[in-house]
């Protein structure tokens, strides 16, 4: 397999999660915003109408992030691995290789994204 696909940029760390508090079982939780709803939802799509079936076999990643403005990579590769389960792989547990990288100044922030198995 190999897969190929650009996508739009994840949102960042602190806007994908938010807290709320439960008064039945007494505990706060986290949740995933709306803006990260609709980003999975958005790549999702894309993903599919590229993608028919999740390989299950191990894979190596390739991850090449461009963004206009100095930005984190850490927080924004979970969504991002996350968004492939069930769509290009079946968990990402399959993941034994990840290569990441950043270019900054770009005109069009987007992730270019690279799956091989191996």
Known sequence: ???KITLPLPPPTNRIYRSGYSKIKGRSFLYKSDEAKAW???VG????AKCHKPTKEPVGVIVYWFFKIEADIDGR???LLDVLQGLVIEN????I?????????ELRPEVNIEILTI
């Not at 799509?45 to 599919?48: C, Q, T, V």
């Open 40 to 42: 999975m939802d958005e």
């Open 45 to 48: 799509y894309l993903i599919k």
């Open 1 to 3: 397999m190999n897969f």
């Open 97 to 105: 290789e990840l290569h990441v990288y950043k270019k900054i100044g």
């Open 92 to 95: 990402d547990s399959q993941i």
């Open 77 to 79: 590769l979970k969504p």
